[in-house]
Nanobody
Framework: QVQLVESGGGLVQAGGSLRLSCAASGNIFSINNLGWYRQPPGEQRELVAT???????NYADSVKGRFTISRDNAKNTMYLQMNSLKSEDTAVYYC??????????????WGQGTQVTVSA
C-alpha cells in the first residue's frame, strides 16, 4: 500500500505564492509518475502538473510559467511551487502517484487533498 499526505495549502492573496508538498510512504516502485490535480468548487478534478521518475514534467496551460513541479526521490516527496496565484487557482489540490508494479501493472493512489484559497 501507498499513502500520500499533502501539506502547504492555505489562504493567500492574489499575486502571492504557496508551496505544496506531498509525502509518499509505503511500498513505492521505482517506475512511477507523480502529479498534482485540483478540483475547483463545483467543478471536476483537473490536471495541474505531472512529473515522471526521471524528471520529465508536464503542465496544464493555465499554470505554465507560474507553477513548478519537482520531486525529491530520496525523500519520496513531491512539491508544487505556485507563484502569481489567481483567484481561479482556488481549489482542493490532490497529490497522485501512479507506479508500475511487478505483478499488478500500473496502480494509482490519491492523497486526501489540501485546500488552496486565493483571495482577490
Amino acid at each position: 500500500q501507498v499513502q500520500l499526505v499533502e501539506s502547504g495549502g492555505g489562504l493567500v492573496q492574489a499575486g502571492g505564492s504557496l508551496r505544496l508538498s506531498c509525502a509518499a510512504s509505503g511500498n513505492i516502485f521505482s517506475i512511477n509518475n507523480l502529479g498534482w490535480y485540483r478540483q475547483p468548487p463545483g467543478e471536476q478534478r483537473e490536471l495541474v502538473a505531472t512529473i515522471t521518475s526521471d524528471g520529465r514534467t508536464n503542465y496544464a496551460d493555465s499554470v505554465k510559467g507560474r507553477f513548478t513541479i519537482s520531486r525529491d526521490n530520496a525523500k519520496n516527496t513531491m512539491y508544487l511551487q505556485m507563484n502569481s496565484l489567481k483567484s481561479e487557482d482556488t481549489a482542493v489540490y490532490y497529490c497522485n502517484l501512479n507506479h508500475r508494479t511487478f505483478t499488478s501493472g500500473w496502480l494509482s493512489y490519491w492523497g486526501q487533498g489540501t485546500q488552496v484559497t486565493v483571495s482577490a
